[in-house]
C-alpha cells in the first residue's frame, strides 16, 4: 500500500518570514507522524530559505518513521547527509530564483555528477532517489546512476488536471512507472498533488510513496495538521 511522505518545508517558510522560533517544522513532523504520515521530507536548499541545519538535526533525532532529505548533488549536501544518515536521499535540481522546485533532474546531462553523488551516498548506508519528469530516457538512464528509486515530478499532471491535456500526463506517469519498475527502480511521487488530483493518480498504482506539503499544510491552516494529514492518508489509502 502506497504511503504518504509529508514534506514540511512550508511551516518553516513560515517562521523564517519572521525570523522567530515559530511554527516549528519539528512540532509539524511529530503532529503528522501521530496523524498517520510515514515519512517526513524536507529539503535543505543551498541559500538556507526555509528549513535550516539545525532544523535537519533534530527531525534526525526525532523522527519515529523515515526521514527523507531533498538536496542537491552538490559536495556540500553531500557531506552533511553523509554526517546526519537520512533514511532516504532525493536528488532534486535546484535554481535561487525559482520559488520552487520547477521539474526533474536531467539526468541524461548529469549522469557522471549524479552517478558520483549517488555512490557516495549509498556508499554512506543512505537510500537514493532521483526526482525526475515522466520521461522515458531520464528513468532509463536513473538505473545507470545506481539510484535505488525515483520520484516522478507531477507538476506537468497537477497543472493539466481537469483539462484534456490530464489524460496525456496521466499516461506518461503511468509509463514511466511500468518502465522504472521494470528496470527495478522504486517509484516514489510528488509535486502539485492534492486533495482531487491524488485520486486517479493513485488509482494507476505502481507508487511507493506520494511526498506532499503544500495542499495538506494549506488546508492544516483550517481544520488542523492531524485532520489534514488524516483525510490525505485516506485518499492514497482508498484510491
Known sequence: MAKLG????????????????????????????????EGITIHL??????????????????IKTKLNLEMAATQEMVRIALKVKPEQVTLVPEKR???TTEGGLDVIVNTKSISDAVKRLKEGGIVVSLFVDPDQEQ??????????????HTGAYAEAYGTPQMAVELEKIDTA???ARKVGLGVNAGHGIDYFNIKPLASLG??????????????????GIDRAVRDMVELIKYA
Open 206 to 223: 505502481g507508487i511507493e510513496e506520494y511526498n506532499i506539503g503544500h495542499s495538506i499544510m494549506a488546508r492544516s491552516m483550517l481544520v
Open 97 to 99: 530564483q525559482e520559488l
Open 177 to 179: 512507472i511500468k518502465l
Open 6 to 37: 509529508l514534506n514540511v518545508d512550508h511551516i518553516a517558510t513560515v517562521r523564517q518570514a519572521r525570523g522567530g522560533n515559530e511554527p516549528d517544522p519539528v512540532t509539524a513532523a511529530a503532529l503528522g507522524e501521530m496523524a498517520g504520515a
Open 45 to 62: 536548499r543551498e541559500d538556507r530559505r526555509h528549513i535550516q541545519d539545525r532544523d535537519l538535526e533534530i527531525l534526525r533525532r526525532t
Open 139 to 152: 528513468v532509463k538512464t536513473s538505473i545507470k546512476t545506481g539510484a535505488d528509486y525515483i520520484e516522478i
